[in-house]
């Protein structure tokens, strides 16, 4: 499955995806077990640079060659929101 319903409940924390969301998961093929294996336990959080709202958590995906999954949601509003995923190739020490 390529994107899901809005208002899922991962280990205590509930969420939805955004349209935008949405749209650049399906485009990207990216599953959504792999997002909520990224959001449960992620390999690293960081802070945006930008926007102080934003939270975004990398994991590895060992389906993907080990690629690093980039998922960034906003956790100030509730249940938190989910912006976008993407596959980022420049993240290299995970």
């Known amino acids: 499955m390529y994107f899901a319903v809005n208002g899922v409940t991962i280990d205590n ?6 349209d935008h969301a949405k749209k650049r998961i399906a485009k990207r093929r990216i599953c ?3 997002i909520e294996e990224t ?4 390999a690293r959080m960081e802070s ?4 102080a ?4 958590v990398l994991r590895p995906i060992a389906e ?7 998922v960034i949601y906003n956790e100030t509003v509730i249940p938190v929101a989910i912006v976008t995923a993407y596959f980022d ?6």
Do not use: I, N, Q
């Open 13 to 18: 924390m509930e969420y939805l995806l955004t």
């Open 32 to 34: 959504f077990s792999w």
């Open 39 to 42: 959001l449960a336990y992620p």
């Open 48 to 51: 945006d640079r930008d926007d």
């Open 53 to 56: 709202t934003l939270v975004h």
């Open 64 to 70: 993907c060659g080990f690629r690093v999954l980039r």
């Open 89 to 94: 190739d420049e993240v290299k020490d995970l």
